[in-house]
């Protein structure tokens, strides 16, 4: 990422996230329990009643009654505090790449990731994450995304993240950092995670349009930043996007106390694309990692009808919104043959013996012709004197 990226991805994240940067406090010590204590200052932040557009958008209260994602996912990021409210109980102690464990967040866009994913329901706010039932497993690798000095050691770090988050179990590993160079130690854990059967999903925003990794590699779920009026120019992708997901305008939790905040940042579109990974993962446990995505992207809102039609990808938004009901719950061809669970037959009661009922049926059946017979001529003139006059 150059220089220019980084202070558009600084400017980016002080104005839409309104978190001030802590600068000077260090990563703490292995012996140190991370979430014992506190580096982030927004602590008194407002609890926000109203959810964002995106969660409306994706609506994933539809798809609770049958799932809520009971899967991990690591977010590679800057931490992920457990002391925020939303999210106590669901954050892992994790890994500091500098040393000791990952569950406080100095700067918070790891920690607003996290609740986008993972966020429990609440009383007094609408907010929630797409995938409660989710546990996290938080990654630092930086307590501040805009250091300039970040970039030529961020491969290498991307790369450990990675291969930790494996080691951890992680099925889903959420990153919405990027780095223009095609490191081969960023390439080969990458290949390491999806010989595992674990899912990437990285960012494929670039604003200076150079190649974004390891969004570029195949295998490697690409998400694109969506606003509320739609997707961003196709120049600002440095890979191509499979799916898009809501970025700006958000809500999201805070590292301390059950406050929120608005925020706005591209790389925090990999959250609900996780969290939908997660959904599936756990309703469909028997799904590969590369069935997974080809339902996230079946199931995707179509770019346009056409492109939907046609499964061909948007410059901007790829195969379209991620749907994360639609994902759990559609049912087609080419789904349940890998994934419908196997139907149940009903047990029915052994046939009765029908002969006795036959017989008795015969009877009566005798004896009725046998009344016709006698009763007939009766009948037919009593009906022929009642016939209308004239008839």
Same mark, same amino acid.
């Given at each position: ?32 329990? =991370? ?13 926000? =009643?109203?959810?964002?557009? #995106? +969660? +409306? ?5 539809? =798809? ?9 996912? &690591?977010? @590679?990021?800057? *931490? ?16 500091? /790449? ?19 994913? %993972? ?11 797409? %995938? ?8 630092? @690798? ?6 300039? +000095? ?6 290498? /770090? ?18 919405? $950092? ?44 690409? @998400?694109?930043? /969506?606003?509320?009026? #739609? ?7 440095? &890979?191509?996007?499979?799916? =898009? ?13 059950? *406050? ?44 346009? &009808? ?11 938004? *790829?195969? *379209? ?5 639609? %994902?759990?719950?559609? $049912? ?10 196997? @139907?149940?037959? !009903? ?11 036959? !017989? ?5 059946? #005798? ?15 009593? $009906? ?8």
């Amino acid at each position: 990422m150059t220089p220019r990226t980084r202070r558009t991805v600084a400017a980016g994240l002080v104005l839409g996230f309104a978190v001030n940067i802590l600068v000077g406090l260090s990563p703490f010590p292995p012996s140190t329990p =991370a979430a014992a204590a506190s580096c982030s200052a927004n602590a008194d932040a407002p609890v926000i =009643a109203a959810p964002s557009w #995106g +969660q +409306q958008r994706m609506g994933p209260e539809r =798809a609770w009654p049958r799932t809520t994602g009971d899967v991990v996912v &690591a977010v @590679v990021d800057t *931490g992920v505090s457990a002391r925020t409210a939303s999210l106590v109980g669901a954050v892992l102690p994790g890994s500091n /790449l500098d040393g000791g464990r990952g569950d406080a967040d100095c700067f918070g866009r790891g920690t607003f990731i996290a609740s986008l994913i %993972a966020g429990r329901v609440l009383d007094g706010t609408a907010f929630a994450g797409v %995938a409660p039932g989710a546990t996290i497993l938080p990654i630092r @690798v930086t307590d501040d995304p805009s250091d300039f +000095q970040l970039d030529a050691k961020l491969p290498g /770090l991307l790369a450990s993240a990675i291969n930790t988050s494996v080691s951890a179990g992680a099925r889903v590993i959420a990153i919405p $950092l990027t780095t223009s160079r095609a490191d081969e130690s960023l390439r080969n854990a990458v290949n390491a995670a999806i010989r595992k059967d674990v899912l990437i999903v990285a960012s494929a925003a670039n604003y200076d349009g150079a190649p974004t990794f390891p969004a570029q590699w195949d295998g490697v779920l690409s @998400v694109a930043p /969506l606003t509320p009026s #739609g997707g961003v120019d196709a120049s600002k992708m440095g &890979a191509e996007p499979d799916l =898009a997901s809501p970025s700006s305008d958000l809500i999201g939790a805070v590292p301390d106390g059950a *406050g929120h905040i608005a925020g706005s940042d591209d790389g925090v579109a990999v959250g609900y694309v996780a969290a939908a990974a997660a959904l599936v993962m756990d309703e469909y446990p028997d799904l590969s990692v590369k069935e997974v995505m080809a339902r996230l992207l079946d199931t995707a809102d179509g770019a346009s &009808a056409s492109s939907s039609m046609e499964g061909t990808r948007d410059s901007s938004l *790829g195969f *379209g919104v991620v749907n994360p009901f639609a %994902a759990v719950a559609r $049912l087609d061809s080419d789904v349940t043959a890998i994934s419908a669970p196997a @139907v149940t037959a !009903l047990a029915l009661p052994p046939k009765p013996d029908e002969r006795p009922v036959n !017989l008795a049926l015969a009877i009566a059946l #005798g004896a009725l012709v046998a009344a016709v017979l006698v009763v007939g001529p009766t009948v037919g003139v009593v $009906l022929s004197r009642r016939k209308p006059v004239g008839e």
